[in-house]
């Protein structure tokens, strides 16, 4: 990204390690084994070649510092990526997880001697716990989708146990849903039904009505929605539902919005995941490390995955199997080194800084609907919580500019874009989470951008066609990547 | 758009070229201007039975999947194995070279119940 | 703590002046009432949570916590799965940089290169390794690879139960057991003396088999491969990639998916996670795996030269074949895979490329040795014998004078960790044993320090 730049001439990425450097080369110096040596296995057991790349160990730096230069991440600016909260990561909370009395413990040490890590994690399942107004907690999914998996199979253990599993073979999940709520419901062996949404883009008490009919083992919901709106009808969706005799599923992927405000216990969940990434602020990692962690009401607490912190009456600390566990989703104990960074920002915040946290992540979000309401169609045209979604179909004539091309330009403008064609029931959907760790003049100049771009869009449809002009590579051919696969580096591939 | 008045179509966005018993099948021009480039497309051995209605297929594009459903029943007699080295041909000749399946059918006159291209377009969204 | 009327965190820009503007311009006159939608009798509920620490406290309190381990700065002879490496310097530098560190998954390719270029160097490390035509970008460990293998492996068969080797890992069996719950798949053992062609049957979609086995053994993968073929199953090897710098490769004896663990390659144990799960698989499986995949193409169009005209289009990297995937095929898709594992991916592949192939093999070599020689020690040691079970790699089962349980207690009276009590286990050779780990990272001043203490607990028992 930077104007320094001395690849910029070269096709960078036609050169893996694989093709740089030299035969013989080598960055890092191993020692090899200079006691009494035994024979090696037979010879039908080893392995004849392995070809890696042999560099230097500067080689080596320079190119992973060039490709990180080929990266936009929050630090580099502005990533209003809806439904992921790409907020600023502190970084105290890097700082203290790579701590070695953390970072250096083997997952099968005696108890006795990983009490520290298992302290703080026993206090995050209780600060878990409050935030969400369900009691009971496992830290153990490894991202957001594995904390549904462990949900959903929890729900499935409690209706065998009741005897109703035969029965209730179905979960309910609004169209505007993440896609991982749909998967998650077929791993766990349900059939999946499919809620439109009313015209306000909420879930429409009448259609849910009509589909519980005995059948249902659970109605999963984000809150707020993928639309970044509340649902007004929720705590009467929670009633109906467990007149059912089913269960409220809730995904916590939006939880920044009400943060210190609404817990998911209160208004009637009986199990919820949390992304550690997003709304306490572990970094994304390019796509993980996430955390996923699960809390449930004490109804569902048998059958957390393990293993589950507990403290003993003489305050020690111990790892714990469920009693009627759904069973291990990871070989260890979670992801600790995650974890400890999401316990850092909650102390780091303590409530009031949650709950300012929920109060600037919204107030930046209708901020900025305000802003660009006029210039972009709003679906929604009412108050949002953590984010907005707008559609580019205003743009679409008379130049056929599409969400796809607008997001583009945004990359000339410095600005990561945000999430395009989701929700799925948006036509053209540009989602925009801001996030409260955007100043002010930081709105105003997304803001300035999108109106920029609206404007080239009548004037100039070409310019976003062609768009992006800056980047350190332009638009790629993704039909011929899916049509002919190359997935690996080969030795004929330059 | 084109849609050749010879053939006949289905609600899905289906096409059927019918010669005697045997009806060849692709998808149209309207869906493969929907689903955008086409990267790949699975369709059955031939030998394959096929119950009126059933999926016998895939089609996916860089952002999109699609069930390809069977409008009759029958045998699959022969598929379009270049699909699989280019199934772009969906988009380039949706009614030519990017034909699907061969099905012989088991009930011909299953035919009489599909779209002619009139009845097609005008189910088709305005500027279809 | 905060100045009255200014930003009411560090990470919060906004000062209360900023906020009046933006309130204004909204037409509200306070920020609770943003939340106004939300049902009053349950609107700012109490929450118990400590008050906010500044940095240098919260520092501090971390350090305390950290220092009431006991684990990080023993001795240890734990493997089991998690294994202390030689991490080279180069892997925690480069994998810190905040442009990997805070980007997100890449769905806008022409900012994202670095992620999708670096995940396309992983992809060809790990097939390496595994000899696999293709892989994923990485799963949440290797534990929960292994299970998504069974599922691939039983959508791909249309069979319904899966056949686990022993000795093989209890935890990943218990992942395996938790995934299968969930789409109804029946879950076997094979005992480790079994004939395994004839334990197999119609019904298997896959054969687990891990390499090195939970008791440190060396697997003849070939004949396992050869068995599940013949059974009509795949066979799934749940591989440790460190110890494949030396070992033939599954692929090479025949495997069809390959899972791993990545984690030990990437830095410390770290409690066990955040984890790597490797997953790779011959060709024909690869519209039916999980997880992201990055792919090679070029630009539509070459970027203008100084006269404007364009010249030749440069390579970059996509994700790829996402039609398998949650966002686009919802309750068809293969997994519900999403947030991974990427920047453990991108510390894995650094170490990898960092010691190179001389590096690596030289590595597992020594590794090997260090672990065989350490070995040998304990078996002179009067009351004690290390069990010779055939080729192994790292792992071994020791035999002391008392019970594993005591051993345990006893060496970790003296600040050394391990061995790890397997009494419990079905295989013969286990009973009674500790399982001990000795790595290329192990240093020989560490094992002089264990035997002193071995013979020491030897001469009192």
Known sequence: MSTIDPLRDEDFGARLTFDRGAPGRFAVAVAGWDGPVVPEPPAGLLRETLALPELSQGELVRYYTALSRRNFGVDSGTYPLGSCTMKYNPKVDDLVAGLPGFAETHPLAPVEEIQGTLRLLHELQGYLAEITGLPFVSLAPAAGAQGELAGMLMVKRLLERRGELDRRRRVLVPDSAHGTNPATATMAGFAVTELPSGADGAIDPAVLERELDGTVAALMVTLPSTLGLWEPAIEEIAARVHRDGAFLYGDGANLNAILGRARFGDLGFDVVHLNLHKTFSTPHGGGGPGAGPVCCTAELADYLPAPVVVEAGDGSLDLVRPSDTIGRLQQFHGSAGVLIRAYAYIRSLGLAGLRATSANAVLNANYLRTLLEGHYALPYPRRVMHEVVFSGSRQRNPGDVRTYDIAKRLIDYGIHPPTVYFPLIVDEALMIEPTETESREAVEAFARAMIAIADEAARDPELLHGAPHNAPIGRLDEANAARRPELRWRPQSI | MEFPAELRYTTEDEWLRVDDDVATIGITDFAQDQLGDVVYVEVPDVGRMLNTGEAFGVIESVKAVSDLFSPIAGEVIARNDALTDQPELVNSSPYGDGWMIRVRMSAPAEIDALLTADAYRSRLPAGG | ?461
């Open chain 3, 1 to 461: 703590m905060p100045d009255p009327g200014g930003a009411p965190t560090p990470y919060i820009p906004n000062t209360d002046a900023d906020r009046a503007a933006m309130l204004a311009r909204l037409e509200l006159t306070d920020l609770d009432t943003l939340f106004d939608e939300l049902p009053l009798a349950h609107r700012d509920p109490a929450i118990a949570l400590p008050e906010a620490l500044a940095e240098a406290d919260l520092i501090r309190l971390l350090r305390d916590r950290a220092a009431e381990n006991g684990s990080g700065g023993r001795l240890s002879f734990l493997g089991a799965g998690a294994y202390r490496r030689a991490i080279p310097a180069v892997t925690g530098q480069l994998t810190s940089r905040s442009e990997f560190v805070t980007s997100y998954t890449p769905y806008q390719p022409e900012v994202s290169q670095g992620t999708l270029q670096a995940a396309f160097e992983y992809q060809s490390v790990v097939c390496e390794l595994t000899g696999m035509d293709v892989s994923n970008t990485g799963m949440y460990d290797g534990a929960s690879a292994t299970a998504e293998a069974c599922m691939l492996a039983a959508r791909a068969t249309r069979r319904s139960a899966v056949a686990l080797l022993e000795p093989i890992d209890p935890r990943v069996a218990d992942v395996v057991r938790t995934y299968a719950y969930g789409a109804n798949i029946r879950v076997d053992t094979i005992p480790a003396d079994a004939d395994v062609a004839g334990a197999l049957g119609d019904e298997h979609a896959a054969l687990v088999a891990q390499q090195p086995d939970f008791l440190g053994g060396i697997r003849d993968l070939a004949p396992l491969t050869e068995a599940a073929h013949a059974a009509g199953a795949l066979c799934v090897v749940a591989a440790d990639p460190f110890a494949l710098a030396m070992l033939r490769s599954p692929g090479d004896a025949g495997a069809d998916i390959v899972t791993g663990e990545g984690r030990d390659l990437a830095g410390p144990p770290g409690l066990g996670g955040p984890s790597l799960g490797l997953f790779a698989a011959r060709e024909p499986l690869l519209r039916q795996m999980p997880g992201r995949i990055v792919g090679r193409t070029r630009e539509l169009h070459g970027p203008p030269g100084d006269d404007g005209t364009p010249g030749a289009p440069r390579t970059g990297y996509v994700l790829t074949l996402q039609a398998r995937e949650q966002f686009i095929r919802r309750e068809r898709a293969t997994s519900n895979f999403s947030t991974g594992q990427s920047l453990i991916a991108l510390a894995f592949t650094i170490t990898v490329q960092a010691l190179g192939p001389a590096g690596m093999r030289r590595s597992a070599e020594r590794c090997y040795q260090a672990a065989h020689a350490a070995a040998a020690r304990i078996d002179a040691l009067d009351g004690y014998a290390v069990l010779d079970h055939g080729p192994w790699f790292q792992e071994f089962l020791v035999h002391a004078p008392l019970p594993p349980a005591a051993l345990t207690r006893a060496l970790a009276e003296r600040g050394i960790e391990g061995g790890l009590d397997v009494s419990a286990r079905a295989e013969p050779e286990a009973r009674d044993a500790s399982l001990f780990c000795v790595t290329e990272a192990t240093h020989v001043r560490d094992v002089d320090a264990l035997i002193a203490a071995l013979i020491e607990i030897g001469a009192t028992a």
